[in-house]
Nanobody, 125 residues
Framework: QVQLVESGGGLVQAGGSLRLSCAAS????????MGWFRQAPGKEREFVAV????????YYADSVKGRFAISRDSAKNTVYLQMNSLKPEDTAVYYC??????????????????WGQGTQVTVSS
């Protein structure tokens, strides 16, 4: 069973940057797509970004396209989310997760598992 631990969240002013990390332990996740999601208070968990099992393709929510970048380092069993030009509406708890099917990808939270505990990102105006 893969265990994921997110880190890198914090408080930042609008326009600033943060880099989130998601470290995996347990079995390797090199055959699986990895995704980032976020959940703001009172809202449902929403898709942010996903990276394919081999890092060859990425996909982003429209709300973060051009500002966020997802990457992975399979040797370190870690996936990253570089967040630039942050906005107050980016404030949320950010989670990483593993796509449940190998060599495939998607954006639905229901198709992801092994969720981490989340890391809080707060963007002040």
């Amino acid at each position: 069973q893969v265990q994921l631990v997110e880190s890198g969240g914090g408080l930042v002013q609008a326009g600033g940057s943060l880099r989130l990390s998601c470290a995996a332990s347990g079995r390797t996740f090199s055959s699986y797509a990895m995704g980032w999601f976020r959940q703001a208070p009172g809202k449902e968990r929403e898709f942010v970004a996903v990276i394919s099992w081999n890092g060859g393709s990425t996909y982003y929510a429209d709300s973060v396209k051009g500002r966020f970048a997802i990457s992975r380092d399979s040797a370190k069993n870690t996936v990253y989310l570089q967040m630039n030009s942050l906005k107050p509406e980016d404030t949320a708890v950010y989670y990483c997760a593993v796509y449940i099917y190998p060599y495939r990808s998607g954006t639905r939270p229901a198709d992801f598992g092994s969720w981490g505990q989340g890391t809080q990102v707060t963007v002040s105006s």
